[in-house]
């Protein structure tokens, strides 16, 4: 069944809620699983569920509503980090391992999406089936990123700041690419929504960690907290313009 497009419109708003999705996904995983002592199971399972619900009705909706869409956004954002942290917390695999696996993911998803709809543009989420590609594929990104970040952030011993340095700075390099080199729009948005994972996590980490492990030490309460405010502020300000009638032009020569 066809709808309207159910995705927002990629503009620097758009980024700005990602990163800060992206830096909740990371400090409200670590909030539920030690902070609540939840553990990293329930905490997947609560979260996994809130997802499901999130996204039932994001699926039923029938044009994008910012409620709803960057709802089951930062949803993605914390299952996709605790299903990396499981894999590598309680099932011992490696962080090159849990890379390539989610790497190999996103891959078949891109392949089944453009094999059954050929385009993976995000501009034409107008199908159900094209909106539970578009979902599976943002799972994938955020697992990657949770993980291609730890890999190099760890590996390189490079530390939070440095990482969050080394994650923007590609994200800028992308952007130049497509500005000024003309790389292709499709590949340029998904490269920097995977980038922009491993940064928001290196933003979180910096924030929350202790001082002595290179962080500010922030109560990770108070950082989920202003994000969270800050991203309904941002989305009750997208639904207010959403719902703004467009200007009448006045008719020539009056």
Known sequence: MNMLNKVPAVALIFWIIKIMATTVG?????????NLKLGLTNTSLLMAGLLVVALLLQLRAQ????????????FVSIVG?????????NFGVSLTTTTLIFA??????????YASEKTLSVHSIETTKRELFYWAAILCTF???????????????????KSALLFGGLIAAVFLAYRYA????VLAFWAA?????????????????????????INTTIISGIFLVTILLLVVYLTRQQKEPEPIANPAGR
Not at 26 to 34: I, K, V
Not at 82 to 89: E, Q
Not at 104 to 113: Q, R
């Open 143 to 161: 697992a990657l990123g949770t993980s291609a970040g730890d890999l190099i952030g760890e590996g390189l011993g490079l530390g939070y700041v």
């Open 193 to 217: 929504y995977i980038l922009t994972r491993p940064l928001g996590a290196s933003l979180g980490d910096w924030l929350t960690q202790a001082p002595k492990d290179g962080g500010l030490g």
């Open 26 to 34: 990371e400090t409200a995983a670590d909030f539920l699983s030690f």
């Open 63 to 74: 044009r994008y509503v910012p409620a709803l869409y960057w709802t089951v956004v930062v």
């Open 182 to 185: 003309h790389l292709n729009a």
């Open 104 to 113: 190999a993911a996103l891959v078949v998803v891109f392949a089944l999406w």
């Open 81 to 89: 980090t605790l299903i990396s942290d499981n894999l590598v917390d």
